[in-house]
């Protein structure tokens, strides 16, 4: 049955097929991989020195994943492959592997998603960031790329409920998207619950509090049974070309890094934009209502959680409205927007709004490799809430600023909320859930307005209105380092705002637009090459 399945889907020169870069031990050409793999420029091995075992099967599931597995991850069926053979069938130092990570990133520029699931053994520090995941960031920075890396599994993990150790050196990258390992199937036999943490998966977080790793995807179930694994998933083939089972990090990576591509692919715009792609899936991100853990545990396991597929991101409905804006914010400059268009429909029999609102931000970051945890070295401040009035400013300053919003109210911060209802609540994505701290470059947060303790109420009160603010923060270091070669202070960022209704009766979709035009916003929607309901 599975070799019809993989007979079934032949690559089609006709089809816009995503395109994922592989960053392995190379990857066997045999009747399957055959068209869909090509090798990439400036592989500093022959044939004979590379294994091919671990790449080619990495290949099958971006290739024939869902076929192989009985799955519907993807919205798209193959999937074009640059092979870039990075590790040897010998010993290679770090130092090496990060030269060959840096040529074949280099040397093939028309790869921009790419997938690595090659890890150095050690754990990440607390203390700092590793010399790898730096290494990682410049090659991104320089490449204007995005890698997804693996978060890297724990072999000395021996039972499905022991913690296992801190994510691999690399996986603490700021600019690669680290990804984690989940269960697909439960088994009450062997202790395994759908959609939670699988036991071999490293956990975080990072350096400076970072989440990481930041999503997590079906990397093959399997249990201890005498003290030896039992691998129930996932299927692929060997270099042989024969069918086998497989677990790890290594393989929830390429599902992540295959959805990334196909999200490029399907979205019409000029240039490839990163930033955008990494803040729409951790938008898009989410737990299972049922598993049971604690808040820190859930953080550390699995960062914000399981992404949707391209197709359910850039989906909507009329009960919901995502709200994008890109932007690169100067330093001394701010985005003040005082007409924010929250849907007056969200209004109850009380004359409080209510709503659910979903935020992601994430920003290009200055780093500074020499210090240690004060690596990121800019931050973008962030609020959304309500004010009751607008004032005209009298005075010198007005100038700058003519207008000054009064009695302004940050809906995003912590104290605003019930502590029962957060506690009673918290596995459920209504509830209102903050990630991140002060410089770090991803930020996400989930409200329910409805949370909002009794004391804090009035500021839903109807007749106020809704505004959002950011703002650059730069450490003085690197404000420092770039008026030494006349570089003014500047951050890259997309911020991705959903506003639902949680009884899906109003037409918030509609409503949003319509205020927007009102208020004169320049917009349009997202176009799409493919077919799919948005």
Request: hydrophobic content about 35%.
């Amino acid at each position: 049955n599975l070799f019809s399945k993989l007979d079934s889907l032949q690559y089609d020169d006709s089809v816009n097929y995503p395109v994922v870069g592989v960053l392995d031990n190379g990857i066997e050409i045999n009747k399957y991989t055959r068209n869909w793999v090509v090798r990439g420029v400036a592989c500093p091995y022959s044939d004979q020195q590379l294994s091919c075992e671990h790449g080619t099967f990495i290949a099958s599931v971006l290739i024939y994943g869902d076929l192989l597995n009985n799955t519907h991850d993807f919205d798209i069926q193959g999937c074009k492959i640059v092979d870039c053979p990075v590790v040897p069938n010998f010993a290679i130092n770090e130092i090496e592997l990060v030269n060959n990570i840096k040529n074949a990133v280099r040397s093939n520029p028309d790869v921009k998603v790419w997938n690595l699931s090659v890890s150095i053994g050690d754990p990440i520090e607390e203390n700092g960031f590793s010399s790898f995941a730096k290494e990682l960031d410049k090659i991104q920075e320089d490449n204007a790329v995005l890698i997804i890396k693996s978060a890297g599994n724990d072999g000395n993990n021996v039972a499905v409920d022991s913690q296992p150790e801190k994510i691999n050196q690399g996986g603490d990258s700021l600019r690669a998207l680290t990804v984690g390992a989940i269960n697909k199937d439960s088994d009450k036999e062997h202790g395994l619950v759908a959609n939670s943490p699988a036991f071999y998966s490293r956990k975080g977080l990072g350096p400076a509090y970072n989440i990481k790793p930041e999503v997590v995807h079906y990397g093959g179930d399997a249990y201890f049974d005498n003290g030896n694994i039992v691998k129930k998933s996932i299927f692929g083939f060997s270099t042989s070309g024969e069918f086998k089972i497989e677990i790890g990090t290594s393989f929830s990576t390429p599902k992540v890094a295959k959805n990334i591509s196909c999200l490029d692919t399907m979205m019409v715009k000029q240039n490839f934009d990163p930033i955008l792609l990494k803040a729409l899936t951790i938008h898009s991100a989410k737990y299972d209502k049922d598993i049971s853990l604690s808040e820190i545990e859930r953080i550390e396991r699995l960062g914000f959680g399981k992404p949707q597929k391209a197709s359910e991101i850039l989906n909507t409905t009329d009960h919901a409205v995502t709200l994008i804006l890109n932007g690169d914010l100067q330093k001394s400059s701010r985005i003040d927007i005082m007409d924010f268009p929250y849907p007056d429909s969200l209004i109850d029999e009380n004359g409080h709004y209510y709503g659910i609102v979903d935020v992601t931000l994430v920003y290009d970051p200055y780093l500074a490799p020499d210090m240690g945890n004060e690596y990121c070295q800019n931050e973008i401040d962030l609020k959304f809430g309500t004010f009751s009035e607008k004032r005209d400013v009298v005075g010198p300053f007005s100038k700058f600023n003519p207008i000054k919003r009064v009695d302004s109210q940050n809906l995003l911060k912590d104290t605003l909320y019930s502590k029962r209802s957060l506690k009673n609540n918290y596995t459920y994505e209504k509830t209102r859930i903050e990630y991140g701290r002060k410089y770090q470059p991803v930020k996400h947060y989930s409200i329910d307005l409805a949370t909002l303790s009794n004391a804090n109420k009035k500021y839903l009160d109807a007749h106020r209105n809704f505004y959002l603010y950011l703002e650059g923060i730069y450490r003085n270091f690197i404000v420092s380092e770039l008026e030494k070669n006349n570089k003014h202070p500047h951050t890259r960022f997309s911020l991705i705002i959903t506003i639902s209704d949680p009884n899906k009766e109003k037409n918030v979709y509609h409503d949003t637009i319509a205020k927007l035009t009102k208020n004169n916003f320049i917009h349009s929607a997202v176009a799409t090459e493919i077919q799919i309901d948005v």
